[in-house]
């Protein structure tokens, strides 16, 4: 059975359907049960459908990843959850009450995706990250109903924060939370949550909400989530088999990344959806009905929202099919109004209202995804999967976006709305809605990501603590004289930046790290020296490979018209084959962006290096701590990758550039291994991104 067979299959169920004798969802499910045993096998040859858990790990999650059994307090027992837990690479050297920094992901998703913002975050504060049961490379365990409530979830999140929070110094917390993570969260910050006194999470200090979720199901989705139950698992299989039919531009993927997504973020939702598995996601759904199996609350609503007595940030996509923006704008509307209790009408009344009058003028369930297309169609959750999306985007950005309003922070040239205000209980609330195409996806989209971490950055240092600031940071750990490079008399002998590599076109300058207490290379030095605003094959982008926090603030940089990236490999060790494939991949997309294209007609006041060449464009800047081993390696596989390079012109071309070239053997021996066929002859091999 082909593709195109299938969409016609598909097709005539979407009219069975329709009819009177499906209408019925016993005999629906009936129907769609022996279906999917005939063909479900076919199916997944056709469509390659296969479970991924833990398949190509960021390299941060590899290092920093443990196993731990839990038992809450209400006695369900976790045999082996995985936590993802990074202390700051400081600190020893910094306070010790530094805030920790919880992330909670979504329904079918994963810690790892919140890789991007780790990537940037794990240098400003400790960071914890949990899959939660069945998620990612947790066991789907116990076998009991009453363990995948949201409440059920809240406990668990509680219990490992307990395990990795410093509570002799009564470290605070900071919750972050995408889609179903954001109800878990507010579960534990709210001062109304009905799990307040059991778990007594005082030490919340803060809330980041990213797509969140305002309120449970109204009437017609909580039917449509029950019938969910009595779905056979082969059955749901083939359901969400059908709604990905046609790949990367399937309907399935299209509703988390949205309309304008690019081929890659719609690659990345492709491998999310692929690892998030049907028993899991029924359960999970299950769990958010009110009440079930003896919660006290399914998904939380305007009662405990409008308890949150911490500084709040909510974060939605304009284009979000999955969880409206509308939903940000209801919960800041809750805590910035004065709440007036109505006489005969309770809050939950209130909420199922409200939100009754939304879904009749939206047509759109939050949180789940349509069977198909018909009006009769049951909702079918979303399965909003992440991982590893720090190495095949924008790692992310320690920029600080504007917030005057006079200079509104823009996407692709559309305003972001971008709001600061109060809660009645005299709160930091921050607002921030990014324009379409974002959707629910802004944690891996492209043209979120670096925004969406700039963002979240100024928010945890100016409204939650301010040393969670790198720039509070390097300047506590230089005058105290307890961080900077590891030999200063070296570092200080080698010259800050390369001539540009590559031909014919040059498109890296190889350069040591920046200090920010150095008079002659720190960020604002090196804009004036070597950024793209002076040179016309200056650098316009920075990527960090550096796996230790940076020395220097990026802010310096971005302010010059820099951008800064972050990609750690692993210290010390030449990159893997992985970690070459997603640093390629990264430099391939930077390479697109307007600031590295050519420059035919230079601005007044750029020097041209090279006066007769008229295609020169602004070029990447990468630094490990020296700028020879790390960096080389890295270099040299794009060369002959992308470039078409042979290793020995590749290590050539290196060390004319960057003197004397890589200078540790191992480095040179292992890209001879990768680039070196059985006689010796070089050619292009390993990895090869198109």
């Known amino acids: 059975m082909d593709r195109s067979q299938l969409l016609r299959l598909r097709e005539r169920m979407q009219h069975l359907v329709k009819s009177v004798w499906l209408k019925d969802w016993r005999s629906s499910t009936l129907f769609t049960t022996i279906l999917s045993l005939a063909l479900l096998g076919s199916l997944r040859r056709v469509l390659s459908l296969t479970i991924k858990r833990g398949a190509s790990e960021p390299g941060l999650f590899k290092k ?63 960071c914890l990250a949990i899959d939660l049961p069945g998620c990612g490379q947790s066991d789907f365990k116990p076998d009991d109903a009453a363990a995948y409530t949201t409440s059920a979830f809240a406990e668990l999140v509680c219990a490992a924060i307990e395990k990795f929070r410093d509570a002799e110094s009564n470290q605070q917390v900071i919750l972050i939370g995408h889609s179903m993570g954001c109800s878990i969260a507010a579960l534990l910050a709210s001062s109304t949550s009905p799990l307040r006194e059991r778990l007594k999470c005082e030490y919340v200090i803060g809330l980041i909400a990213l797509n969140p979720r305002a309120g449970p199901f109204i009437a017609k ?5 029950s019938r969910l139950k009595h779905l056979p698992v082969a059955a749901f299989d083939l359901i969400r088999m059908w709604d990905r039919l046609g790949g990367v531009d399937s309907s399935s993927i299209t509703r988390m990344v949205g309309e304008g997504a690019d081929a890659e973020t719609r690659k990345l939702q492709q491998s999310f959806n692929e690892q998030s598995r049907s028993p ?112 095949h985007h924008l790692s992310s950005s320690l920029h600080t976006p504007s ?7 823009k996407i692709d040239g559309v305003p972001i709305k971008d709001k600061q205000q109060h809660t009645h209980h005299a709160f930091a609330l921050k607002t921030t809605i990014f324009p379409t195409p974002a959707a629910h996806a802004i944690m891996y989209t492209t043209s979120t990501l670096r925004p969406l971490c700039g963002f979240l950055q100024t928010f945890l240092s100016s409204h939650i603590d301010e040393r969670l ?15 900077d490079v590891k030999n200063l008399s070296k570092w200080s002998s080698i010259a800050p930046c390369s001539a540009p590599i590559g031909k014919p076109i040059p498109v890296f300058r190889a350069m040591k790290t920046m200090r920010e207490v150095d008079e002659v290379h720190n960020p604002r030095e090196f804009v004036k020296k070597f950024g793209a605003g002076v040179l016309a094959d200056g650098v316009a982008m920075v990527v960090d490979i550096s796996h230790e926090s940076p020395v220097y603030d990026p802010k310096g940089l971005e302010e010059g018209g820099v951008e800064y990236h972050k990609f ?12 070459v494939e997603h640093f390629i991949a990264l430099i391939n997309h930077l390479r697109e962006a307007p600031k590295l294209q050519p420059r035919h007609h230079p601005q007044p006041g750029v020097i041209r290096e090279q006066p007769g060449e008229e295609d020169v464009r602004p070029v990447v800047g990468i630094h490990c701590h020296y700028g020879f081993n790390r960096t080389g390696f890295l270099i040299i596989c794009y060369l002959i990758e992308r470039l078409g390079y042979r290793l020995l012109d590749a290590l050539a071309e290196f060390a004319e550039k960057r003197a004397p070239g890589i200078k540790h053997e191992h480095f040179v021996n292992e890209l001879f291994v990768r680039y070196a066929d059985e006689v010796g002859r070089m050619e292009r091999r390993g990895t090869v991104v198109g």
């Open 221 to 225: 989705e909580a039917r449509a989530v």
């Open 280 to 391: 899991v996601v029924l359960r999970f759904v299950a769990g958010m009905l009110p009440g079930a199996a003896g919660s006290e609350v399914g998904l939380p609503g305007e009662k405990v929202w409008s308890g949150i007595k911490v500084p709040l940030f909510l974060v939605a996509g304009e284009a979000d099919k999955v969880t409206s923006p509308k939903e940000v704008e209801k919960i800041a509307g809750w805590l910035t109004r004065d709440v007036e209790k109505k006489n005969g009408r309770s809050d939950d009344a209130e909420t199922h209202a409200d939100r009754q009058r939304y879904n009749d003028e939206e047509e759109v369930a939050p949180d789940a995804e349509p069977l198909n297309s018909t009006e009769t169609a049951a909702p079918i959750p979303t399965t909003a999967g992440d991982l590893q999306v720090a190495q």
């Open 64 to 126: 920093n990843s443990t196993f731990s059994p839990f038992t809450t307090v209400s006695g369900h027992h976790y045999p082996r959850i995985r936590l993802f837990y990074s202390p700051h690479a400081q600190a020893a050297k910094l306070p010790k009450d530094l805030p920790l920094l919880v992330f909670i992901h979504g329904l079918g998703g994963n810690a790892t995706q919140f890789a991007p913002l780790l990537t940037s975050l794990v240098n400003v504060a400790p």
């Open 568 to 579: 750690p490999p692993v210290s010390k060790l030449p990159p893997t084959a992985d970690e």
């Open 469 to 483: 600031s790198l720039g509070w940071q390097l300047q506590h750990l230089a005058t105290s004289g307890k961080w």
């Open 403 to 409: 917030d005057s309003p006079m200079d509104p922070p």
